[in-house]
C-alpha cells in the first residue's frame, strides 16, 4: 500500500541556516504534495509536484521530486522564525484518490 | 467562500459516551478525508468519503468509529463509547475532485476523553 517515509523527525537550527527535510518511497509516486502545520494549526498545502525531476520554488522554499519518482525535498533557505512548524509530504494516489502522509519534520528556528 | 469548518473546535466526552464531530467542507467540494493526530505525531489517514459514499475506511477502526457523508449537510465522524486511547485531535480536509487536487484542512476539533 502506499506508504511515504519522512526525515528527520525533528530539526533544530539556527536563524539564518538552511533546512531540508525528506520524503522516500519504495514505490513510484503518483504526485508529491507538501503541507505545513504551525503549532496548535491545521496542516496548509504549500505545493504539488507531479512531474519527474521537477522543482519547484516559493521564495526560500524549493521543492524537488526525484527523477524516478521515488523521492521528494522540501529545502528552507536562511531559516526564519516564521518557519517553525511541521512540513508533511503527502502521496495521492491517482488510483484511489486516497491522500497519505509521511510522518513530518518538525522544525524548530533559534533565534 | 468559507473554508473547511469543523465543530465543535473542542469535544470533552466521558468514557462510554458518544462523540460527534462535524465537517462542512468547502463550497463545491464532494470529496472529505478524515485524519487523527495524537501530539507530536503525524497525521494519520482514517477514511475518505464522497457524497453518500464511503470510498476508503482503510484507516479506520472496524468497531466503535463510523463516518458519513450525506447528499445534504455536513460529514460526520462518529466515536462511540469512547475510551481515552480516543483523546486526538481529527481532522477534516475537502478537495474539489480528490484527483490531482491539494486538499483544504478545518481547523480539527480536539477530542479528550476523560
Known amino acids: 500500500g502506499q506508504q511515504v517515509m519522512q526525515i528527520p523527525q525533528y530539526q533544530h537550527v539556527q536563524e539564518g541556516e538552511d533546512f531540508t527535510t525528506y520524503c522516500n518511497s519504495s514505490?513510484?509516486?503518483?504526485?508529491i504534495q507538501w503541507y505545513k502545520q504551525r503549532p496548535g494549526g491545521h496542516p496548509v498545502f504549500l505545493i504539488q509536484l507531479v512531474k519527474s525531476g521537477e522543482v519547484k520554488k516559493q521564495k526560500r522554499l524549493t521543492f524537488q521530486f526525484g527523477e524516478a519518482k521515488k523521492n521528494s525535498s522540501l529545502h528552507i533557505t536562511a531559516t526564519q522564525t516564521t518557519d517553525v512548524g511541521t512540513y508533511f509530504c503527502?502521496?495521492?494516489?491517482?488510483?484511489?484518490?486516497?491522500?497519505?502522509f509521511g510522518q513530518g519534520t518538525t522544525l524548530q528556528v533559534k533565534p | 467562500n468559507a473554508g473547511v469548518m469543523q465543530n465543535p473546535r473542542h469535544l470533552v466526552r466521558r468514557r462510554g459516551q458518544e462523540a460527534r464531530l462535524r465537517c462542512s467542507p468547502m463550497?463545491?467540494?464532494?470529496?472529505v478525508y478524515w485524519y487523527r493526530q495524537l501530539p507530536e505525531e503525524g497525521l494519520k489517514f482514517m477514511v475518505y468519503l464522497q457524497k453518500e459514499n464511503i470510498i476508503d475506511e482503510s484507516g479506520m477502526p472496524k468497531e466503535r468509529f463510523s463516518a458519513e457523508f450525506p447528499k445534504e449537510g455536513p460529514s460526520i465522524l462518529r466515536i462511540q463509547q469512547v475510551v481515552r486511547g480516543d483523546s486526538a485531535a481529527y481532522f477534516c480536509?475537502?478537495?474539489?475532485?480528490?484527483?490531482?487536487?491539494?486538499?483544504?484542512f478545518g481547523q480539527g476539533t480536539r477530542l479528550t476523553v476523560v
Open positions: 514505490t513510484t509516486l503518483s504526485n
Open positions: 503527502a502521496e495521492l494516489s491517482s488510483n484511489t484518490g486516497k491522500l497519505i
Open positions: 463550497k463545491g467540494h464532494s470529496h
Open positions: 480536509a475537502s478537495s474539489p475532485t480528490g484527483m490531482g487536487t491539494e486538499a483544504f
